[in-house]
């Protein structure tokens, strides 16, 4: 009401968007202003054949809740384009696979797609492959141990065409440098990232942080933020590891330090865990936002005490035999479905 004193706080409100690389808002707006839950019609009318994810982002005001709801994938066709290719095969080789599929005769051409099981684990692939009676095209699939791949057709006009089935493959021997960083970096406090490794025999640091320390047997990176590394732009972590044979793979990350009690609350019905190196017995904090029904946390699989301190704070005690190595932390919020941060934390 004007004139007294108070301002209206908006109401939350949700925008759906859709975007074509599985696991990063960077997409179009498909309808703003919408309710936060309901069903909604997805207009896929001007869409290219394809893969689409849909996502939805909740705001109130300017200001947004989440970076992002469950991607929903939605495969697009239409029959006015090439026909979507079929018989995909993979013949799985040292360092990737082999891909066979059947010609598709108002096909100029194709555009074979491989996608990591788990996007970020490394860049997705793109071959283009002329027309042929037995088209094929082999790929390396370093990075990843499981691929998902698919064919696309390509017109004699040179658009885009249907998509065929999707196939899951991998090398038979994949150099493999993967995983998501734990917790969040906080200055002064030690934080700790457990490599996932595969064949790989030499590891070596590209680029990190000041005072970032690698176990090149295990793959333990470890860093202890300084009071500067807190007032930087968010930093990179760069990796590169080699098989016996020298096949090699990089990978790379971004990494932000905090002050102590300043790191992010987290996405909503969602979460972050704030200590990534603990102790057996040990009380650590989660980081949510909306925790407004009971929450049920797991490590390793095996239900935590878990209390809420606040709308966006979680302490969770950690067993006591917990044993040296990285540990997988689960977290639900009521009936939610359950999200799984792999090494989560780390018992040095």
């Known amino acids: 009401m004007l004139?007294?004193?108070?301002?209206?706080?908006?109401?939350?409100?949700?925008?759906?968007?859709?975007?074509?690389?599985?696991?990063?808002?960077?997409?179009?707006?498909?309808?703003?202003?919408?309710?936060?839950?309901?069903?909604?019609?997805?207009?896929t009318t001007d869409w290219e054949p394809g893969k689409h994810w849909a996502y939805g982002l909740v705001r109130v005001g300017d200001n947004p809740l989440s970076m992002r709801y469950w991607p929903?994938?939605?495969?697009?066709?239409?029959?006015?384009?090439?026909?979507a290719p079929t018989g995909v095969k993979a013949k799985r080789t040292k360092d990737g696979a082999t891909i066979t599929w059947k010609a598709v005769?108002?096909?100029?051409?194709?555009?074979?797609?491989?996608?990591?099981?788990?996007?970020?684990?490394?860049?997705?692939?793109?071959?283009?492959?002329?027309?042929?009676?037995?088209?094929?095209?082999?790929?390396?699939?370093?990075?990843?141990?499981?691929?998902?791949?698919?064919?696309?057709?390509?017109?004699?006009?040179?658009?885009?065409?249907?998509?065929?089935?999707?196939?899951?493959?991998g090398a038979l021997q994949?150099?493999?440098?993967?995983?998501?960083p734990n917790g969040t970096p906080q200055v002064g406090e030690a934080w700790a990232f457990d490599l996932d490794l595969q064949n790989v025999k030499t590891i070596r640091l590209l680029a990190s942080p000041k005072g970032t320390k690698l176990n090149r047997k295990t793959g333990l990176l470890t860093w202890t933020p300084s009071a500067k590394a807190g007032?930087?732009?968010?930093?990179?972590?760069?990796?590169?590891?080699?098989?016996?044979?020298?096949r090699c793979?990089?990978?790379?990350?971004?990494?932000t330090a905090f002050a102590r009690g300043t790191s992010p609350?987290?996405?909503?019905?969602?979460?972050?865990?704030?200590?990534?190196?603990?102790?057996p017995g040990e009380t650590i904090e989660l980081r949510a936002q909306g925790i407004d029904e009971r929450v049920t946390v797991k490590v390793d699989g095996k239900r935590v005490k878990a209390t809420v301190l606040d709308q966006n704070t979680v302490a969770v005690v950690l067993p006591k035999?917990?044993?040296?190595?990285?540990?997988?932390?689960?977290?639900?919020?009521?009936?939610?479905?359950?999200?799984?941060?792999?090494?989560?934390?780390?018992?040095?």
């Open 249 to 255: 793979v990089t990978q790379e990350w971004q990494v």
């Open 321 to 348: 035999g917990l044993g040296k190595g990285a540990h997988d932390v689960s977290f639900r919020i009521g009936q939610d479905l359950e999200e799984t941060r792999k090494g989560a934390i780390v018992v040095l």
């Open 231 to 246: 007032t930087v732009p968010p930093q990179t972590l760069r990796v590169q590891g080699c098989s016996a044979d020298g």
């Open 3 to 43: 004139g007294s004193g108070r301002t209206r706080r908006p109401a939350p409100s949700s925008t759906l968007f859709e975007d074509t690389n599985g696991f990063a808002a960077t997409g179009r707006d498909i309808a703003t202003d919408l309710p936060t839950s309901g069903c909604f019609d997805i207009p």
């Open 105 to 169: 005769d108002s096909a100029d051409g194709y555009v074979v797609i491989a996608t990591p099981a788990n996007p970020q684990d490394a860049p997705q692939q793109r071959a283009v492959v002329n027309k042929a009676d037995k088209p094929s095209v082999e790929l390396s699939l370093r990075g990843a141990a499981s691929w998902k791949v698919v064919v696309q057709s390509v017109g004699a006009d040179g658009a885009l065409g249907n998509v065929s089935k999707e196939i899951v493959t």
């Open 265 to 279: 609350v987290g996405p909503a019905r969602g979460f972050v865990v704030l200590d990534s190196v603990v102790k």
């Open 72 to 83: 929903i994938g939605i495969v697009v066709t239409d029959p006015n384009r090439a026909a």
């Open 174 to 180: 994949p150099v493999v440098l993967a995983g998501t």
